[in-house]
């Protein structure tokens, strides 16, 4: 299903069920525009092992 026949079957719907539609989309877009954080400590824990266990191709790359 495309975008446009999405569009078109929600602008086909009643206008109760199009407000619930639109809603449901917002509630989504606060979700997904969240910021999310990495504990400091967990992330640097994290990059010392990939750049341990990956070394050698770090070596590479920076040639």
């Not at 967990?42 to 750049?51: G, L, P, Y």
């Not at 341990?52 to 191709?57: F, H, I, K, V």
């Amino acid at each position: 299903m495309t975008v446009r026949q999405i569009i078109t079957e929600i602008e086909s719907l009643p206008r109760e069920e199009q407000a619930e539609v639109w809603t449901h989309l917002q509630k989504q877009a606060e979700i997904s525009g969240q910021v999310r954080y990495a504990d400091y400590d967990e992330a640097m824990k994290v990059a010392d092992r990939i750049f341990t266990e990956r070394a050698e191709l770090f070596r590479k790359l920076a040639q």
